[in-house]
Every structure is written in C-alpha cells, then in structure tokens.
C-alpha cells in the first residue's frame, strides 16, 4: 500500500469562503480577463466577487431554493464561473453540461439533477434546449451570458437582467449572501458532474466543497515555488472537473489571474496576447506542439536540423540529471544554457515568453513528448484523477518527477494495488457518490477503496504508472493482454498519423484505423505529384496506402509479433467529439469506434493476416 501523508490544513471551508477572502486580500489585483469586441476586459478581485454577489441575489429573487440544482450550458467564458460562484453563494448545486452535448444529452442531465434553471452561453445552445422543451418540463427559465430573443414556452434572460447590474448590491444584501456563504459547510454539495461515459448513459458524480477545495489545496502545494499566482490562459471545458479544479479553484485561491480564451481554435493567438504564466491542458495540444516544431525542422538545411537535434540530446541529459536524479549539472548546465539562448527560448517566444508550465491530464501523455516538452523548457505536470476523484490524485512537479509517470499521490490519498492490478484509491478528494444511482455507487467501491478501473504498477520511490483501462484491455484469441494506449500515443508520434484506434480483442491479431496528419499528407501528395479530387480519394491512392503501409513496419520492428499491427484503415478525417467519437476529454469512445466502423474493422478480419510481410490497408 502507498501512501503520503504530507498534509497542510485548508484554510477554507468552502469555495464561496474562499471567494469572499481572496476578494479582500488581493481586491485590487485581476481575478478575470475576457475578450469583447476583439479586446481583453479585466475585473479585480473586488469586482468580480460584487458580481458574483449580484448572481446569487438575482438567483434567489428568481425563487431558486437552498439545494436546488442549476444546470451550467455553455462553452469556457467568464459568464461561466459567475454562474457557478453565484449559485453557490446562493447556496444551490452547479450542473455542468459540456457545450457540445446535444439537445437530448443536455435533457438528460437537465432531468436526472431536477435542474430548473439553466444558463447557457448563447443562442446556439438555447436553441438546442427549445428543440427539446416537451422533454425539460420543469424548466421554468433560462439564463443567458449573450443578448437574444427567447421564445414564450421557454423564457430567456441575461446574465445581466438577472443580476441587476444597475442597482448596486446593497450593504444588507451583501451581509444577508454572506451569512448563507458562512452556513456553507465542506460536506455540502458543490457539484454534480455527469461523466462524459465512454460507455451508456452518464452517472452524475456527487463532490463537495471539502472534495474539491482540498484537492485545489493540495494541488496547489504539490506545484511548490513555481506556483499558480500568475496569469492562466483557461480553454479547456469547465464543465470538466479538471480544469475547474486547476484552472480556476487553484488559481484563485493563488490570486492568480484567468485569461479566457476566445475559443479552442483561437488559443495559439490568445498565448500571444495574454502571454501566460501557466495553463491546464489535455494531451492533444502537446501533441500537436511536438509534431508542428519537428514539421518545422525538417524545412531546416543539414546543418540546423543537426544542431537542433544535438541541442535535444543535451537538454535530455541535462532534465534527467537536474530535476530526475537531482544532480549538480556542472558542463552540461553550461552547454544546455547556451542550446536554449540559441533555440530553445526562441521557442518559447512561440507561447509568449512568460509561460513557466503546463499540467496535464484527462488522458495518457507520451513519455517521448513530455521530456521534449520539458528540454525546451516547457515543462509539463502530468497528474492522474477521475471525475470522482475531484480529479487530482497524484501529479509530478519540479520537485519530483519520473517521465513515464503520472506523479506520487497527493497529501492524505492513499493507492493500493488489487489482485488484477487494478488501482484503488482513498483520499479525501474522493466523491460522496453518483446521484440517485446507489447501486453505481455500491459497485464503485470495495472495502472503502475507490475502484478507479486502470490498470497501474507502482513503482519503488511511490511513482504511479497507468497501464491502461481495466476494460480496454485486449484479449486476442491467443490470449495474449494488450494494452492499446501506448501502443496507439507512439503510433501518433508518426509525423503522417494524427490519431489512432487499434483493436483486437479475441481476434487473432490487431488491427489498426488511422486519421492522417492532412497537412503533411498533403505535402506529401504534391511531392510526388498524386492527383486527387478530395481527401477521401486521397488516402485511398495506392502511394499513401504504401505510404502508411511503411509507417507501420517502421513501427512494428521492436514489437513482439502479438503486438504488432498487420492491417489497418485510414480514414479521410480525425475523429471528432462532433461525430461522436471522442468524449469531451479527448478520449477515444472506443464502442462508439467499433460500431461506426464495424464494417471496415471485420473487412480486415476475412483473411488471415498473421503471415503477412507487412501491414494490409483496405480502403
């Protein structure tokens, strides 16, 4: 059993406390920062706690009860944590939705909580909503952050005709929101988060205020010097427990400042405007980073590629030295200072020039990628947790980091191992339990340990490393275990290859579909003249068929044969949270894949491709 027992005591009883505090010791100081026509406005401290104020007074004038759920619509923006924040202060429950539900997955939550008030982002997602009105009865209004026309069966208004922005909150309404604030104990509810479900219908994850304070706590004292008071670019979900907790709990219990951005699609331009200190991300982006810095390489003559890749080896040896084995650097500190004056900061200028980390989590994050990351001096804190964990259960640092790893656990949580290695957890981030589901919750648990569903080793110094999810694991009909993660994350370190699916259990080998990198694909296609309609008789061409084919081998050379990839498809798009294959966290929907694609899958299954010189594609 692993345990850390390094605990520094909460200073808050809730999240609302912690509000009224932070506004008083850092009033003047910017709490948050949001664009509006095209420039970035900004409320300190002072002034968004007296909006927060405004939220929750109009909330109980709209006749919203103590313990009342209000659900949360909408994409990542300032109007959202005003929302959440005032319908704490009004003593009542957020229920986040991910904007990219549907209407009938947005009904769903909407139902299962009893949320009678939601607030949405726009009239896109208000739409959605009046698309689905005979399904929502008990709404009685909507909250809107942008200005519209709502229509007479489902009643709109805006966030600021609801907080009445032009009567200043009054002393007395000010001292009555506070005296419900100070009612507000840590085993009060502050959040149903209904998982994204890979698999049937999502459960409604129960955390309190001590379940997500205490985790933004210990959070917070795990990052160590290099802190969260700086400015955070957010532009992951908040409807996400991850950025929630990270990207706005932590940092304002810093006073640090949040930047939000304009939209996912815009957050490269947004790093250059707000020049961050640190941001929370998924995978994805470093991914994204890693295969864009080494296209570009590859543009260099000889001679640069060369130094580049010279510069890398000597950052790889000077982060194992410094921050793995904690060893004076001597020379090769010298050598890698003079590599970053001459790339790797002119890299850094890319993100801004002020960004000191990153922490991610949500999924698996290549070990080749994250000592990359950190070589350039960008230096990325992968955690572990589960939306019923709040989510953090352990993360790496500055000060203790193993690459490979998702860190030691956090003060207070506890691991052990089951028989089929299977994670277990204790801690006091875990949830009270799934909403009206006891028997979800019952089977969750065992002996008090939350079951977590990875599989996990641990290793001599406390360093936990998730294998893969206990019911992703292959089977093939050899009975061979395989874990597809890995093998999928260095797949997509293939300069040609975006995103992976494999599959394979208890068939007699594995398989494999691609999404292309198109804009290297494409370069690819004019270089040896490939003449094409669209992307769909693009990757059908038989160049790109051998093209990919070639990835392959290259992939399975060092793989024992039961690993290896012996055919494969390639789609002519990524998958998409839109079409319905990724949840909002990025993670693959693995049933989802299989069924969409079942025929292409079986297709590479009618012949036998065990004894095949090198990986089949069908297209």
Same mark, same amino acid.
């Given at each position: ?528 003249? @490939?003449?094409?309609?669209?992307? +769909? ?5 038989? &160049?790109?068929?051998?093209?990919? /084919? $070639? !990835?392959? =081998? ?38 989802? @894949?299989?069924?969409?694609?079942? +025929? ?5 299954? &009618?012949?036998?491709?065990?004894? /095949? $010189? !090198?990986? =089949?594609?069908?297209?």
């Amino acid at each position: 059993m692993m345990e850390n027992n390094n605990t520094a005591s909460l200073p808050y009883r809730s999240i609302p406390q912690m509000l009224q505090i932070c506004a008083k010791q850092y009033a003047d100081l910017p709490a948050i920062s949001y664009k509006k026509s095209g420039t970035y406005l900004s409320l300190n401290y002072q002034q968004f706690y007296t909006r927060v104020l405004m939220g929750a007074r109009g909330l109980r004038k709209a006749g919203m009860q103590p313990g009342d759920k209000v659900a949360i619509f909408s994409e990542n923006r300032a109007g959202w944590v005003l929302a959440d924040l005032g319908i704490q202060c009004a003593l009542g429950v957020s229920v986040p939705i991910y904007a990219t539900n549907t209407g009938a997955q947005a009904a769903y939550v909407i139902n299962h909580s009893g949320s009678k008030i939601v607030f949405v982002s726009s009239r896109m997602q208000y739409d959605k909503l009046l698309a689905v009105r005979d399904q929502i009865p008990q709404v009685e209004f909507v909250v809107s952050f942008e200005r519209f026309l709502g229509e007479r069966n489902l009643p709109v208004y805006t966030l600021y005709q609801l907080s009445e922005i032009s009567h200043p909150i009054k002393e007395s309404e000010k001292q009555q929101i506070e005296e419900q604030v100070a009612s507000i104990g840590p085993d009060d509810l502050i959040t149903i988060i209904y998982t994204s479900g890979t698999t049937g219908q999502p459960k409604g994850v129960m955390l309190t205020q001590h379940n997500v304070a205490i985790n933004a706590w210990y959070g917070l004292q795990r990052a160590g010097e290099i802190g969260m008071s700086g400015t955070f670019l957010s532009f992951l979900p908040l409807s996400h427990v991850l950025e929630r907790s990270a990207g706005y709990y932590a940092v304002m219990m810093s006073g640090g400042h949040i930047a939000f951005a304009d939209d996912v699609s815009k957050v490269v331009e947004n790093i250059l405007e707000v020049k961050p200190t640190a941001m929370v991300s998924v995978p994805r982006l470093f991914e994204k980073i890693y295969s864009r810095i080494y296209e570009n390489i590859h543009l260099l003559s000889p001679a640069k590629r060369q130094m580049f890749h010279k510069a890398v080896e000597v950052g790889r040896q000077y982060v194992y030295l410094k921050y793995v084995e904690r060893q004076p650097t001597g020379l090769l500190g010298v050598k890698y200072k003079i590599y970053d004056k001459l790339i790797f900061r002119k890299i850094r200028k890319r993100f801004g020039g002020s960004l000191k980390f990153f922490i991610s989590g949500g999924a698996p994050l290549d070990k080749t990628i994250n000592e990359f990351m950190w070589i350039i001096g960008l230096p990325v804190f992968e955690g572990y947790g589960l939306t019923e964990t709040s989510p953090a259960v352990t993360l790496n640092s500055l000060d203790e980091v193993r690459f490979g790893s998702v860190g030691r656990p956090l003060a207070e949580t506890e691991f052990k191992l089951a028989d089929d290695g299977e994670l277990l957890i204790k801690g006091p981030q875990v949830m009270r339990g799934y909403y009206r589901n006891e028997q979800a919750t019952a089977d969750a648990f065992v002996d008090g340990w939350f079951k977590s569903g990875d599989i996990a080793r641990i290793d001599e110094d406390g360093y936990i490393y998730i294998i893969d999810r206990k019911k992703e694991i292959i089977v093939t009909a050899g009975g061979k275990n395989i874990a597809p993660q890995p093998l999928e994350n260095t797949l997509k370190l293939d300069k040609y290859i975006s995103q992976v699916y494999i599959h394979g259990d208890k068939k007699p080998y594995l398989v494999a579909i691609l999404t292309p990198n198109l804009e290297r694909l494409i370069e690819f296609a004019h270089g040896h003249q @490939i003449e094409y309609l669209g992307v +769909d008789d693009l990757v059908e061409n038989k &160049l790109i068929q051998q093209l990919f /084919a $070639e !990835r392959i =081998d290259l992939f399975n050379e060092n793989l024992p044969s039961y690993e290896t990839i012996k055919k494969f498809v390639v789609l002519p798009r990524e998958f998409s949270t839109e079409g319905g294959e990724l949840t909002p966290t990025m993670k693959l929907k693995r049933k989802v @894949i299989y069924t969409m694609y079942k +025929d292409k899958i079986e297709q590479l299954y &009618l012949h036998n491709g065990s004894g /095949a $010189e !090198r990986p =089949d594609a069908i297209s």
